[in-house]
T-cell receptor
Framework: GQSLEQPSEVTAVEGAIVQINCTYQTSGFYGLSWYQQHDGGAPTFLSYNALDGLEETGRFSSFLSRSDSYGYLLLQELQMKDSASYFCAVRDSGGYQKVTFGTGTKLQVIP | DSGVTQTPKHLITATGQRVTLRCSPRSGDLSVYWYQQSLDQGLQFLIQYYNGEERAKGNILERFSAQQFPDLHSELNLSSLELGDSALYFC??????????????FGQGTRLTVV
């Protein structure tokens, strides 16, 4: 089976940088995704890492280390609208390749 | 707009009843996923379909069932409802449901309240 661990809550100041970590245990692994979800809204895709290293998309970057079963999401120049929950998700490499989500990190951006 | 449509948006029903949630995937996507999200909880994977066939099963209760129809829309049936089934139910779709899919597109969810 799969399990993913993320911090439950993080608070950061507007304009600052915040890192949200994710460690995972899977029976197989294809890649690590990150999704953002505002309260009451639908999760929306942010990034995907299949290989080790850093992927940058605007203010958001995502990192993966397959050997450490670890990844993180880095948010720069934080804005109030970044207050949301952030989920990491893994797609396993088993026969059915289902996607399993972590429990999510609630980010609060304060002025 | 993700292109995934879920109906209804809200549903209030009594314990013991049965409801059907509907999902239309993004045009061209063959794979549909169902997730349950209880208050302040993560997304619990329920079940995945690919082109009409069940592909993967998660922690789905026996009281719950789903299917994907030839036109690729999917329905999630919840029966003998209990108070604890109150949650947001999300449908997501992706092109193939395989490793080549790096992104899943989520609908706005159906908020089910069991009273």
């Amino acid at each position: 089976g799969q399990s993913l661990e993320q911090p439950s809550e993080v608070t950061a100041v507007e304009g600052a940088i915040v890192q949200i970590n994710c460690t995972y245990q899977t029976s197989g692994f294809y890649g690590l995704s990150w999704y953002q979800q505002h309260d009451g809204g639908a999760p929306t895709f942010l990034s995907y890492n299949a290989l080790d290293g850093l992927e940058e998309t605007g203010r958001f970057s995502s990192f993966l280390s397959r050997s450490d079963s670890y990844g993180y999401l880095l948010l720069q120049e934080l804005q109030m609208k970044d207050s949301a929950s952030y989920f990491c998700a893994v797609r396993d490499s088993g026969g059915y390749q289902k996607v399993t989500f972590g429990t999510g990190t609630k980010l609060q951006v304060i002025p | 707009d993700s292109g995934v449509t879920q109906t209804p948006k809200h549903l209030i029903t009594a314990t013991g009843q049965r409801v059907t949630l509907r999902c239309s995937p993004r045009s061209g996507d063959l794979s549909v996923y169902w997730y349950q999200q209880s208050l302040d909880q993560g997304l619990q994977f329920l079940i995945q379909y690919y082109n009409g066939e069940e592909r993967a099963k998660g922690n789905i209760l026996e009281r719950f069932s789903a299917q994907q129809f030839p036109d690729l829309h999917s329905e999630l049936n919840l029966s003998s409802l209990e108070l604890g089934d109150s949650a947001l139910y999300f449908c997501a779709s992706s092109a193939h449901g395989s490793a080549g899919d790096t992104e899943a597109f989520f609908g706005q969810g159906t908020r089910l309240t069991v009273v």
